[in-house]
C-alpha cells in the first residue's frame, strides 16, 4: 500500500488566496484526521472523518477552514480566503475502524506559506 | 479535557549513550498512551503504544517506555541511541473513544558524534 498521500508537498500563496490541500488515506481506513503543526501549538487535530462523514470539527479554527470528503478515497482541507498565520504544515492521518489506540497512519504533509 | 506535556523541548545525547525523553499527561480515566517519531520533512510514525496490561511495553528501533500512573508519565527511553535517531518525538494520549489523539508539543533529539 503507498500510504497516505497528500498533495502538494510544499504551497506558496498571496494571502487572500484560496487554497485546497488534498488527501488520499490508505484504502479500507474509515476514519480520516486532519492536523496542523506549527512551533507556537504543536499539532493541533481540526476536524476527522468516519466512514466519510464529519464527526468533529470543533478545532477548526475559523470559517475559512473547511474539509470534505466526498468519497473513501479522497478529502480536501480548504483555507478561503488565506492569510499569513495559516502558514504551518497540516497533515492528514487515517485509521481502521475500532478503538481510538488502532494506529494512525500519517501522510508526509503540506508545507503551507501564505506570504 | 486531555492533554500532555513533554517537559524538554531539546535533549542532546552523545551517541551510544541512554536516553529519557519525558511526557506526563492528564486524562480522568486510563488513557491510551503513544510514542511518535517524526523525521524532518515527513509525517509520524508510531514507535510504541500503551492500553492495558504490562506497564512496560516495547516498541520498534529499541525503543521502550513505561507506564506510571501514580505520576501521570509515559517516558520513553532508549538504552543506546544512534545518530539515525535524530528527530521529533511526540508522545500521545487518546481515551480510547473514536477520537483523534492529542499530542505533546515534541522534544527535538540531537545525537552528538
Known amino acids: 500500500d503507498a500510504g497516505v498521500i497528500q498533495s502538494p508537498r510544499h504551497e506558496v500563496t498571496e494571502m487572500g488566496q484560496e487554497v485546497t490541500l488534498r488527501c488520499k488515506p490508505i484504502s479500507g481506513h474509515d476514519y480520516l484526521f486532519w492536523y496542523r503543526q506549527t512551533m507556537m501549538r504543536g499539532l493541533e487535530l481540526l476536524i476527522y472523518f468516519n466512514n466519510n462523514v464529519p464527526i468533529d470539527d470543533s478545532g477548526m479554527p475559523e470559517d475559512r477552514f473547511s474539509a470534505k470528503m466526498p468519497n473513501a478515497s479522497f478529502s480536501t482541507l480548504k483555507i478561503q480566503p488565506s492569510e499569513p498565520r495559516d502558514s504551518a504544515v497540516y497533515f492528514c492521518?487515517?485509521?481502521?475502524?475500532?478503538?481510538?489506540?488502532?494506529?494512525?497512519?500519517f501522510g508526509s504533509g503540506t508545507q503551507l506559506s501564505v506570504l | 479535557a486531555q492533554s500532555v506535556t513533554q517537559p524538554d523541548i531539546h535533549i542532546t545525547v552523545s551517541e551510544g549513550a541512554s536516553l529519557e525523553l519525558r511526557c506526563n499527561y492528564s486524562y480522568g480515566a486510563t488513557p491510551y498512551l503513544f510514542w511518535y517519531v517524526q523525521s524532518p520533512g515527513q509525517g509520524l510514525q508510531l514507535l510504541l503504544k500503551y492500553f492495558s496490561g504490562d506497564t512496560l511495553v516495547q516498541g520498534i528501533k529499541g525503543f521502550e517506555a513505561e507506564f506510571k500512573r501514580s505520576q501521570s508519565s509515559f517516558n520513553l527511553r532508549k538504552p543506546s541511541v544512534h545518530w539515525s535517531d535524530a528527530a521529533e518525538y511526540f508522545c500521545?494520549?487518546?481515551?480510547?473513544?473514536?477520537?483523534?489523539?492529542?499530542f505533546g508539543k515534541g522534544t527535538h533529539l540531537i545525537i552528538q558524534p
Open positions: 500521545a494520549v487518546s481515551g480510547g473513544g473514536a477520537d483523534g489523539l492529542t
Open positions: 492521518a487515517s485509521r481502521k475502524a475500532g478503538r481510538a489506540a488502532e494506529k494512525l497512519f
